[in-house]
């Protein structure tokens, strides 16, 4: 056993991340656009204007691609690139773009992924509330039409929200991501209701216009790993992995996943218990529309919290050991959290899982002999990949990986200053491409389908 014949071997990036032309051939402002020329939002006030300029080196970009054999590339529409003002006329300049781009990845035999939110929100639509709005889910769902019908003849796979933990959470709570927003207590759950309403009208809207395409739904999960493998750790850290806490409900997996995994809310739990009422009467209803069946469950997965049984029926966080290794924007290295991680999943939702993402952020550097040596990022991926494999080994249904990222680009609100790529972006020499170390290594992993970790 090992991993499938028809494993996804791919790799994943965004929209705001890597195109650049911000402001050129049409495209409206998203949020992103406009926060990261606020003061102060943004590392050293870096913004996303010309990223790595990918809107005009994506043939470089995709000749790459195709050198390290992935079999798969999941990128994001940038959402007001191809309707500037979300509801609006369609942008022929932006979907042009997508267009070249798909068809270049498959005269490279690379099957194109696409998502259709990755957090670069029209402005203009913003403007009138955004997930708020009741009429949110509509705009939505237009666009996603407009995706269908502009795309759907080449590319049939989409995921549609790319970690709603982060653009709502972050978005809309704690401020810290773009629209930099801090909504209400009394609000979360009705802009939530939206934004799954958008992704079950969004899938029911392109499958109307095409019944071929696959659907995926990708956010994220900070695992909930067991301190030791005895039965009760085991348990209390799936237990904890599902729980909703009042005050840990922006990190948690079943209030962002019951609805459209499952057609639940997961009421019993504290959170639910007590904002329940701030749901749209038709809430019960509206679920029959946000579970729609679809073909992946996306999960990005990086790290990992520990847990052990407190002896009492409940659970109890356990502390890493000090000096506990992490990456360069501090997230811990914790390999395991790819064995646990889809195996809880997959328990609980019994859906074919892909790793939309998961990479390590490194303070990489060119060396005097040209080159961009990163064991550590190959140490990480290949731990990480090895667990992965034992999960499946075991049953779970995993039937692809994307390495976060296939190139460095803008990390939010960290700038350009972490780096997650296989290929180095030179931001000082032209934007310069150079293949890291790990690019050469994960082509092996790739070519041996895993046989070689
Ligand atoms: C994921 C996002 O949360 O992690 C990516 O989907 C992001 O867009 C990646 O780049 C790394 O996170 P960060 O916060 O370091 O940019």
Not at 102 to 126: K, M, N, Q, R, S
Not at 268 to 274: A, G, I, L, R, V
Not at 410 to 417: A, I, K, L, R, S
């Amino acid at each position: 056993m090992s991993f499938r014949k028809d494993f996804m071997w791919g790799v994943a990036s965004s929209a705001y991340q890597i195109e650049g032309a911000a402001f050129e051939d049409g495209k409206g402002a998203s949020v992103w656009d406009m926060f990261t020329h606020e003061r102060g939002k943004i590392r050293e006030e870096h913004t996303g204007d010309v990223a790595c300029d990918h809107y005009h080196r994506y043939e470089e970009d995709v000749a790459l691609m195709a050198e390290l054999g992935v079999k798969c590339y999941r990128f994001s529409i940038c959402w007001p690139r191809i309707i500037p003002d979300g509801i609006g006329k369609v942008n022929r300049a932006g979907v042009d773009f997508y267009n070249r781009l798909i068809d270049c990845l498959l005269e490279h035999g690379i099957t194109p992924v696409a998502t259709l939110f990755h957090w670069d929100y029209p402005y203009e639509l913003e403007k009138r509330g955004a997930w708020l709005n009741p009429d949110s889910s509509d705009w939505f769902a237009y666009y996603a039409k407009v995706c269908a019908e502009e795309f759907g003849d080449r590319c049939k796979i989409f995921y549609t929200l790319n970690e709603p933990q982060c653009f709502l959470g972050y978005g809309y709570f704690a401020g810290c991501n773009a629209p930099g927003r801090q909504w209400h207590s009394y609000e979360i759950l009705p802009a939530l209701h939206n934004a799954f309403l958008a992704h079950g009208k969004a899938v029911q809207a392109m499958r109307s216009v095409r019944s071929d395409l696959q659907f995926g739904y990708a956010p994220s999960s900070d695992v909930c790993a067991p301190a030791t493998d005895s039965p009760e750790d085991i348990d209390a850290a799936r237990r904890r992995y599902f729980a909703v806490p009042e005050d840990e409900w922006m990190w948690c997996v079943s209030l962002w996943s019951d609805p459209v995994m499952l057609g639940t809310y997961p009421v019993d739990e504290p959170f639910m218990k007590n904002h329940i009422q701030t749901l749209p009467k038709t809430w019960e209803e509206d679920l029959k529309t946000i579970h729609q069946p679809i073909d992946f469950y996306g999960q990005n997965i990086y790290t990992q919290s520990l847990w052990s049984s407190d002896g009492k029926g409940g659970w109890q966080w356990v502390r890493n050991p000090m000096g506990f290794s992490k990456t360069s924007n501090n997230w811990c290295v914790s390999p395991r959290c790819l064995y646990w991680g889809p195996k809880f999943l997959y328990e609980r939702y019994k859906t074919p899982i892909v790793i939309t993402e998961n990479g390590m952020g490194c303070h990489d550097t060119v060396s005097l002999d040209g080159k961009v040596h990163d064991p550590n990022r190959i140490d990480y991926v290949h731990r990480y990949l090895l667990e992965l494999k034992k999960a499946a080994e075991e049953g779970a249904d995993i039937c692809g990986y994307m390495y976060w990222s296939v190139m460095d680009n803008f990390e939010w609100g960290n700038g350009f200053t972490d780096r997650f790529g296989l290929i180095y972006i030179d931001y000082l020499d032209g934007l310069r491409r150079i293949k890291k170390d790990s690019f050469e290594w994960y082509k092996g992993v790739i070519a041996s389908n895993g046989e070689n970790l």
